[in-house]
C-alpha cells in the first residue's frame, strides 16, 4: 500500500505533464535555433569562412556563433560541411569546435537564470511579432523569443511534474545509483543526448531534475560529462561519406569531449567539491537543488578542456591525419592571400595571387577527372567529389576577385594593371569551367537516373572531347602560368579543331536520331552535353588568348568595376 502522500498523487496527469512538457521545451529550444539560424542568414558559412585564419579566432567565433544559434551540433555540423566542401582547412576548423563547446553552455545559463514566470507574456509578444508584422526579420526574431518563451514554460511544466515523481522511492533509488556510480551517469547522458542530438536539451532537462533535489551532484555532473560525448553524434553523422578532411573534423570533436570526460572521471571526486565549493561561494546555501550549479559545472569543464588542448592543437591535427589518412580527392591548400603585400608590395601581392591560381588550376583539373570517371567508369563518388571542386571555385574566385581589387586600388604601372586585369578574367575563366564541368554531373546523374543507354557511336565521340578538353585545359594552365606564348598559340589552334568536331558530332547525332539508332532521350542530353564542352574549351582559348595578348586598356581606377 503506498503512502498517503503518494497516493493522492494522479500518476496519469504526472506521467502526462513530463512528456508533454518535455515535448514543449524540445519545440521550444528547436525553434529558436532555427529561428536564429534563419536571423543570421546565409552569411553564417561566409563569416565562418572568413574569421577563423587562426586557432584563438576561431574559437572566438565558435563561441559567439553557438551561442548566436543555441546549438553546438548546428556549429559542428555547419564547420563539417565547410570542410567536406573545401572551404575551411582541419586546423581551422578545430579553433572553431573549441568555441562551439564553449558557446553551448550559453543555453544552461539562460536557464539557470529561471525567468519561467515571464513565459507567457516572452510567448505573447513573439506571437505578436509572428502574425502581424509583415518583415521577415522581425517575424523570425518573433519565432525566436516565441521559442524562448516555450522553452520556459515546457520546463516549468515538466518541473512540477518531476517534484512529484521524485518522491517515489523506486525513482529516488535509480536517481541514487547514478549518484554512487558515476560511469553509469556518463552512459545515461551519452544515449539521451545522442537520441535528442542536443546537450543544451538534455542538460536544460538535468537542471530542472536537479532543482527537485533528487539528484546528487555528483550523478548530475557525470550526467553532464555524458551529454558532451554525446553530443557529437551529429557531426560524426555530418561527416559519413565526406572527405578524410570531413571525418578529421568530427573525430576532432570526439577527441575534444572524450579527452575531458575521461579526465573530469578520474577526477569527479575533488572536481564534485570544487564545483560544490564554487556554486555555494555564488548562489548560497540552496547550491544542492539550484539550476546553476550544473551550468557551473557544464561551463567549467568545457573551459578547462580548451584550455587543455588549446596548446595542443598541431599534435591533434597530426593524431587524425594519422587515424583517417587522405584518399585521392581533392582538398584545399591552404594559400593566405596576405593583407599585408597590399601596400607597397603589389608585385608580391601578384605573386601570391599566381599561387593561389595554381591552386585553382588543380580544382578545375580535379573537377575533370571527377566529371570522366562519373561518366565512364560510374564512380558514384566522383560526383560528390566533383561538387566539392565546384564550391571550391567559387569560393577561390570571390576571395581572389576580391583581392586582385584590392591590389589595383594601389598607385601600379601598365604591366602591374595588365596583370591585374588578365587574372581577374583568367579567375572568371576558371570559374566559368567548373560551372560547365556541374552541368555536366547533372547530365550523366540524369542519364544515370532514366537509365539512359549511349550509343556506342556517342560513347566513343565523348571519350574522344574529354581527351581533347583535357589536353586543353593542361596547356593552357602551363601556358599562363609560364607566359608560354607557343603553347598559348597551340590552344587557339586547338580550339578552332575543337569547335569543327563539335559541329561535326553535332552532324553525326542528328544523323543517328533520323536513323532512329538512338532515344529521344538520349537526344537532348547529348545536345546538352556537346554544348558544354564547346564552352569549356572556350574558356580555355580565353586563357591562351590573355597570354598572347599584349594590350589591356584598364586604367588602375577601373580595376575596381571588373
Known amino acids: 500500500m503506498l503512502p498517503i502522500f503518494l497516493a493522492d498523487i494522479d500518476w496519469k496527469i504526472t506521467i502526462f505533464e513530463i512528456v508533454g512538457g518535455l515535448g514543449v521545451f524540445l519545440y521550444g529550444i528547436n525553434l ?8 543570421a542568414g546565409a552569411k553564417l558559412k561566409l563569416f565562418l569562412e572568413k574569421t577563423t585564419n587562426t586557432p584563438l579566432k576561431g574559437i572566438l567565433v565558435g563561441i559567439l556563433l553557438t551561442a548566436l544559434i543555441q546549438s553546438s551540433s ?106 554512487d556510480k558515476p560511469i553509469l551517469g556518463v552512459i545515461v547522458g551519452v544515449i539521451t543526448t545522442a537520441i535528442i542530438q542536443s546537450s543544451s536539451a538534455t542538460i536544460g532537462i538535468l537542471q530542472q531534475l536537479y532543482s527537485t533535489g533528487g539528484v546528487p551532484l555528483m550523478g548530475a555532473i557525470a550526467i553532464v560529462l555524458g551529454d558532451n560525448i554525446g553530443t557529437t553524434v551529429t557531426s560524426i553523422m555530418a561527416s559519413i561519406g565526406g572527405t578524410s578532411s570531413a571525418k578529421r573534423t568530427a573525430l576532432v570533436h570526439v577527441l575534444f569531449n572524450a579527452f575531458g570526460t575521461i579526465l573530469f572521471l578520474i577526477l569527479i571526486g575533488p572536481y564534485t567539491r570544487f564545483i560544490a565549493f564554487l556554486s555555494e561561494s555564488i548562489v548560497g546555501a540552496d547550491y544542492l537543488s539550484n539550476k546553476f550549479t550544473i551550468s557551473l559545472a557544464h561551463v567549467s569543464f568545457n573551459l578547462a578542456t580548451v584550455f587543455i588542448l588549446f596548446w595542443f592543437i598541431k599534435q591533434m591535427v597530426w593524431t587524425v591525419s594519422k587515424l ?153 594552365l602551363k601556358a599562363y602560368f609560364n607566359e608560354n606564348h607557343d603553347l598559348a598559340i597551340e590552344v587557339t589552334k586547338t580550339e578552332e579543331e575543337l569547335d569543327k568536331i563539335v559541329k ?38 580565353n586563357m591562351a588568348i590573355n597570354v598572347i595578348s599584349k594590350d589591356f586598356s584598364y586604367h588602375s581606377d577601373e580595376l575596381e568595376h571588373l
Open 32 to 39: 529558436m535555433s532555427d529561428s536564429l539560424k534563419k536571423l
Open 74 to 179: 548546428a556549429t559542428s555540423a555547419l564547420v563539417v560541411g565547410l570542410v567536406r566542401a573545401g572551404l575551411m582547412t582541419l586546423p581551422q576548423a578545430v579553433g572553431v569546435i573549441f568555441g562551439a563547446n564553449i558557446g553551448t553552455t550559453f543555453t544552461s545559463v539562460l536557464i539557470s537564470l529561471d525567468i519561467g514566470g515571464f513565459s507567457f507574456p516572452i510567448i505573447f509578444i513573439g506571437s505578436v511579432l509572428i502574425f502581424f508584422v509583415r518583415k521577415k526579420k522581425i517575424q523570425h526574431f518573433g519565432r525566436v523569443l516565441f521559442g524562448f518563451g516555450l522553452l520556459f514554460f515546457g520546463l516549468d511544466t515538466m518541473g512540477s511534474a518531476l517534484k512529484q515523481l521524485v518522491q517515489l522511492p523506486a525513482f529516488a533509488e535509480v536517481l541514487q545509483s547514478v549518484g
Open 324 to 476: 583517417i589518412p587522405a584518399k585521392d580527392e581533392i582538398e584545399m591548400d591552404d594559400v593566405v592571400l596576405d593583407k599585408l603585400l597590399l601596400k607597397g608590395s603589389p608585385d608580391l601581392a601578384l605573386e601570391n595571387v599566381k599561387k593561389a591560381m595554381m591552386n585553382m588550376g588543380n580544382v578545375a583539373r580535379g573537377m575533370l577527372e571527377f566529371a570522366y570517371n562519373y561518366a565512364f567508369d560510374n564512380d558514384e563518388k566522383a560526383i560528390e567529389l566533383g561538387t566539392q571542386c565546384e564550391e571550391m571555385l567559387d569560393s577561390m574566385d570571390d576571395k581572389i576577385h576580391n583581392y586582385l581589387v584590392d591590389i589595383g586600388a594601389n598607385d601600379l604601372s601598365d604591366r602591374q594593371i595588365q596583370r591585374v586585369a588578365k587574372n581577374i578574367d583568367t579567375i572568371t575563366d576558371l570559374e566559368r569551367i567548373g560551372d560547365h564541368f556541374d552541368n555536366l554531373f547533372e547530365f550523366f546523374q540524369e542519364r544515370k537516373e532514366k537509365r539512359i543507354i549511349m550509343h556506342e557511336k556517342t560513347k566513343e565521340e565523348l571519350l574522344h572531347l574529354f581527351q581533347i578538353i583535357r589536353s586543353q585545359l593542361e596547356k593552357a
Open 504 to 541: 561535326e558530332y553535332r552532324k553525326n547525332h542528328i544523323n543517328r536520331i533520323n536513323d532512329k539508332t538512338c532515344t529521344e532521350n538520349e537526344a537532348g542530353f547529348y545536345v546538352d552535353i556537346l554544348s558544354n564542352i564547346e564552352r569549356i574549351g572556350d574558356h580555355c582559348n
